[in-house]
């Protein structure tokens, strides 16, 4: 059992194993289906991640990223379907140069980007494979760091509150950061610029302007991982850091992640094709990628089904989340991810003048937690029907926090009285930790002491989602993920195979298609699952 | 204060002419406020925060809730007498009137006027990604009990989603031949939705295309007033219905085709 889930829960809806076994086999066929598309894609997302594992950073003279510029030569000789880790090791080879001086180099016409000669072939591999390795080495160190923190400093009880920063200006971000931390935060993530997820770049540099977020850039995690050190120490419990591994550069957000060390990473490629009309060849192949990164550096992922009640009915449309969570489950497991890594996504969203809406959302929220014991869950505040009253809002946020505490939730979103006006004011995120922190304790066993009616409205409802889940997933099963996002299963939103943003950067794998990554991905999660056994 | 609001919902005793906020008692002018300080708490911030209160209009500033939040910041809860008033009977506010038309109304209208639908192109401009608003008010399931826009067999709805930029709907609204374009900003950050909207007004003015298309907002910190202000035609603030938007379009298409500017 993972230290997120280390309550025991006993179960008390009365689910049936069988629906939940064969929820479980249609997910796995619809995952293995992805598995196997994406395995033979790469992407040239997927080709500058490799890059930033090979050692390369920084930007051009106009801050164009040096990954961007090397990947770009690669597709430009129509040489994506190779990958280009073995071109730029032969580079970094005869060059002697450092990796990003070599690709500096490159960019600048000094040093040739071509595919080693078959005879060179061997020694190229090799500089290729300790170039990751030494990627691989800092995501080690990191990986040991964050657990050396939390066993001398220890992270609090559960669930983790999670707050976001977002003041668009990373030096404020940080001050926010820490009076959330002080204040009881545990999670902190510091929202994207918004559209970031639409740009086929990570920024370079520190930044301190952004309209609704702040950039996510690598010097920026560095500035925030710091100052949440430093909070860390101040109030002796670590504080995690959390940003996006989604949109076009999914995954190289995610290895950004693993070197720097967040902790938690919002990953969900069908949030991406849904609600940033991503394409889904794109996102779904970068996200093998990008969940093997995470399972590597014991990173948590953020799942984002929960976002379909902002479009769907809540009550209506619970399955589809329930539905979304087995998928991405079972797409999380095939890529190495370990049950305590998922922060599967559902929310708390039914109008909340719904006479026994209490009731469906813990019926909700404990169904979830009784088919993932072991994974932490992401729960999700209101904010559909969250007005701008903000005494009202703070009234439905603490219904949400009794029933995140009831059915031990893991990972719990604050909600904030000013949600729908305005990104929160610093005392608005610590008014909603003060009242988070309340109710938890006060409600800190009430848990252990509920069981419902059998046969009850709670365990109705709860049945009722899991088998309209059930057909939903075989449905989905029967016509194929990519299919079902076609005919609008989710989110009542409908996106085709060749449709929205990033489909030319995708490429088949050629036969001879090979880098350096993968190898040490597997190692890495090797020795995770090796930690976790032991 | 409408001209014609009946005397028996005006409390008896009001003085219009000065109107100030109400706690327990008529005229006692209590209000509550709250705020962080970049400042620790302590003796000199909370006479700080007082005085603050005081410039704001606050008189006799009770201060209830002084917290250290950490890092350099406190945070207040204030109550005072606010010792400012306003004359109601002064004030004149431009406004929409109130809806008119049912559903079946509206769709009939429009067949009689237009012989065809009306095309509206709908999106969540600039940064914003918050939706719920231009979909509360276009999609078929509606808001509050009413149909969206797109239940209307009047109109043919074109709804572009978030985070359309200015030239996208612009290219829209010339592809499509829009007769209305409903832009909505929900969540935005210092006031770039005003700057988005007001962007908007001046392409659609540079490229003549201003006397086609209705120009509507809409959006919490939106008003009819501020609508105007930016060059639209019409804003909608929070708690707008569907029907308030379709019967609005449809008389404003009509009364333009009869009576050209």
């Known amino acids: ?534 | 204060m409408k001209r014609d609001e009946p005397a028996s919902r005006i409390l008896s005793g009001v003085d219009l002419h000065k109107v100030g906020p109400y706690g327990d008692t008529l005229g006692d002018g209590l209000v509550q406020v709250s705020f962080s300080l970049p400042v620790p708490s302590g003796p000199e911030s909370r006479e700080a925060a007082r005085r603050l209160a005081v410039q704001m209009g606050l008189e006799e500033p009770q201060i209830y809730k002084e917290a250290d939040l950490g890092y350099g910041f406190s945070f207040w809860i204030i109550y005072g007498k606010c010792r400012h008033n306003v004359d109601v009977t002064r004030i004149v506010v431009p406004k929409l009137e109130a809806v008119q038309l049912s559903f079946d109304e509206i769709n009939d209208l429009v067949a009689a006027e237009a012989g065809r639908r009306l095309r509206i192109v709908g999106a969540c401009t600039g940064t914003d990604a918050h939706t719920v608003g231009i979909d509360a008010i276009l999609n078929m399931k509606g808001f509050a009990g009413e149909y969206g826009l797109e239940r209307y067999p009047a109109f043919e709805v074109f709804n572009l989603g978030s985070q359309v930029s200015n030239d996208i709907l612009l290219q829209k609204v010339r592809d499509l031949k829009a007769d209305a374009v409903l832009v909505s900003q929900v969540v935005t950050q210092k006031d770039v939705h005003l700057g988005n909207l007001a962007e908007l007004v001046d392409m659609i003015e540079a490229e003549s295309l201003r006397k086609d298309v209705l120009l509507v907002c809409g959006g919490p910190r939106i008003s009819h007033e501020v609508a105007l202000e930016l060059g639209f035609d019409a804003g909608f603030g929070a708690g707008t219905t569907p029907r308030l938007v379709a019967d609005w379009i449809a008389r404003e298409w009509v009364r333009r085709k009869v009576l050209p500017a």
């Open chain 1, 1 to 534: 059992m993972s230290f997120l889930t280390e309550r025991l829960m006993e179960p008390k809806l009365d689910l049936d194993p069988d629906i939940i076994a064969r929820c479980r086999d249609a997910a796995g066929a619809i995952s293995a289906d992805v598995q196997r598309f994406a395995a033979g894609r790469t992407s040239v997302s997927i080709e500058r991640a490799v890059l930033r594992w090979m050692g390369v950073e920084g930007g051009d003279a106009d801050c164009i990223p040096l990954v961007n510029r090397v990947v770009d030569l690669q597709v430009k000789s129509g040489l994506l379907s190779h990958g280009v880790s073995l071109a730029f090791a032969e580079a970094v080879r005869n060059s002697g140069l450092s990796p990003s001086d070599a690709a500096m180099a490159i960019v600048e016409g000094r040093l040739a980007l071509v595919g080693p000669d078959p005879d060179a072939m061997e020694a190229a591999r090799v500089v290729a494979r300790l170039l990751a390795s030494q990627g691989a080495e800092r995501v080690r160190r990191a990986v040991r760091t964050r657990s050396r923190f939390i066993e001398r400093l220890g992270e609090g009880s559960r669930p983790l509150l999670y707050v976001i920063v977002a003041s668009g200006n990373i030096l404020e971000d940080t001050v926010q950061a820490k009076v959330c931390a002080q204040a009881g935060a545990q999670i902190v993530a510091v929202i994207r610029s918004t559209a970031q997820s639409l740009l086929d770049y990570v920024p370079e540099g520190a930044t301190t302007e952004g309209f609704g977020g702040t950039y996510a850039t690598q010097a920026n995690f560095r500035i925030m991982r710091t100052a949440l050190d430093e909070a860390s120490e101040d109030v002796g419990r670590y504080v995690r850091l959390c940003n996006y591994a989604s949109g076009l550069c999914m995954p190289e957000m995610a290895t950004l992640g693993a070197l720097e060390r967040l902790d938690v990473m919002l990953n969900d490629a069908l949030y991406g094709i849904l609600f940033r009309d991503i394409n889904m060849q794109r996102t779904l192949t970068d996200q093998v990628f990008s969940r093997r990164v995470s399972a590597a550096a014991g990173l948590i992922i953020n799942t984002g089904e929960d976002n379909y009640l902002t479009t769907s009915d809540a009550f209506e449309a619970a399955h589809t989340v329930l539905a979304s969570e087995f998928i991405n489950e079972q797409i999380a497991l095939c890529c190495g991810l370990k049950p305590h890594q998922l922060g599967l996504g559902h929310a708390m969203q039914m109008n909340p003048f719904r006479e026994d809406m209490f009731l469906y959302e813990v019926a909700q929220a404990q169904m979830a937690r009784e088919i993932f014991p072991d994974s932490p869950l992401k729960y999700m505040p209101p904010t559909k029907h969250m007005t701008g009253d903000i005494f009202r809002g703070q009234v439905q946020d603490a219904l949400f926090n009794l029933v995140s505490v009831m059915t031990g939730q893991g990972i719990h979103l604050l909600g904030m009285m000013t949600e729908a006006m305005h990104t929160p004011h610093i005392h608005d995120r610590v008014l909603a930790l003060e009242s988070a922190r309340m109710i938890s304790t006060a409600a800190r066993h009430l848990g252990d002491e509920v069981r419902f009616v059998p046969g009850g409205r709670v365990q109705t409802r709860a049945r009722d989602v899991l088998a309209r889940a059930l057909t939903l997933l075989q449905q989905v099963r029967d016509e194929g993920l990519f299919g079902a996002l076609a005919s609008g299963r989710f989110a009542d939103i409908k996106r085709s195979m060749d449709g929205g943003r990033g489909l030319e950067g995708v490429a088949v794998k050629a036969e001879d298609y090979w880098n350096p990554v993968d190898e040490v991905l597997d190692e890495l999660i090797a020795e995770g699952a090796k930690e976790v056994a032991q």
